[in-house]
Nanobody
Framework: VQLAESGGAVVQPGGSLRLSCAAS????????MNWYRQAPGKERELVAE????????TYSGSVKGRFTISRDNSKGTVYLQMNNLKLEDTAVYYC?????????WGQGTQVTVSS
């Protein structure tokens, strides 16, 4: 199983970014995918989840209405569209999945919101 995030950057408050996570090594459409983030000095937190077929999405309260998780099962990729970014969104963003009792993480991509 491999998960590879990309798309992180430095962006001004109010700006937008789209993160991607390319997955391989498993039947992608069978499993839910998640985005987490970890800010300096803080615990890793769940940001958004999407079911295997994409029919159900959930968000943390801090990003609801600003972030959108989606997936393209034909490409084995999950996305996180982030709009109206705030300073407190600065973090390393990770994609994640779990099945058969194991949890898998990508290497993370840095998002910095700074004026």
């Amino acid at each position: 199983v491999q998960l590879a995030e990309s798309g992180g950057a430095v962006v001004q408050p109010g700006g937008s970014l789209r993160l991607s996570c390319a997955a391989s090594g498993f039947t992608f459409s069978n499993y839910a995918m998640n985005w987490y983030r970890q800010a300096p000095g803080k615990e890793r937190e769940l940001v958004a989840e999407i079911t295997g077929l994409g029919g159900i999405t959930t968000y943390s309260g801090s990003v609801k209405g600003r972030f959108t998780i989606s997936r393209d099962n034909s490409k084995g990729t999950v996305y996180l569209q982030m709009n109206n970014l705030k300073l407190e969104d600065t973090a390393v963003y990770y994609c994640n999945t779990y099945f058969s009792g194991l949890t898998y993480w990508g290497q993370g991509t840095q998002v910095t919101v700074s004026s």
